[in-house]
């Protein structure tokens, strides 16, 4: 059996929007494909300050593309690391405050965020879950450092808008509140390509796994595409396959349908 490199996207994918935990068909299905000889990487828009809801397979984990693959790590090791330019996220932070719409800047080391409207603190803690918002630091001491995502709170015709003028930056969007603006370059298919390049693994023996509009680059980049159930039309369109969702075994019976467990 050939071995594959398995890519993972966080929130409706390996955790549930529902029950906010990692479902126990996935955990089983994740400890059998490191079993068998597979890799097991996760790949999320979240940056690593608030990835706190994986420690059930934590020990099975490879490596990490983080922030739409503006930062991948493998243990202490850069992989790979692409930066916003300062002007932009000042550009988006003055735009913000102007407009008076949220904002989370992501910076190397802590988070900024701007929450007029209360819709940062409503969607990340309450719907999500996201914990460790509460260590979020002045923007002015967050531009002073790498800034590797910007998360604006608008609709997608003002995205369009704003990314006309963003033309260093690339954007995904994976819930309709908020999108997530990377630098150009900067997204889970080039994050893919350069951990199996870092790790000379095949890029061909991949698969990934998502449900949201930032995890296409990622399926049309792995060696096979799987949308979750729950995942959005258009990714499910771009995906060679489709499996069932987050909360019905959808991991489990994808592995089992490519006989990798």
Known sequence: MKQYALFFDIDGTLVSFRTHQIPDSTI?????????????????????????????????????????GALCFVGDKVVRCKEI??????????????????????????????????????IFRQEICVENLNQARPFDEVLQ????????????????????????CTVGRWHPAFTDITAKGADKGEG?????????????????????????????TAGIGVAMGNALDSLKHEADYVTSSVDEDGILKALQHFRLI
């Open 28 to 68: 089983q299905a994740l400890t059998l494909a490191k079993e068998a000889g597979h890799k097991v990487f996760i790949a999320t828009g979240r940056p690593p300050l608030i990835i706190t809801n994986l420690g059930a397979i934590e020990h099975l984990i490879d490596g990490y593309v983080t922030i739409n």
């Open 85 to 122: 330019a300062n002007e932009t996220a000042r550009f988006v932070m003055k735009d913000a405050l102007e407009k008076n719409y949220g904002l989370i800047m992501v910076g190397e080391k802590d988070v900024a965020v701007h929450d007029p409207l209360g819709q940062v603190d409503r």
């Open 145 to 168: 450092q790498r800034i590797f995502q910007l998360t604006p709170f608008f609709d997608e015709d003002y995205e369009k808008e704003m990314m006309a003028r963003l033309t260093d």
């Open 192 to 220: 893919l390509l350069a951990m199996t390049h870092h790790l000379g693994l095949n890029p061909q023996h991949t698969i990934a796994f998502g449900d949201g509009g930032n995890d296409s680059s990622m399926i049309r």
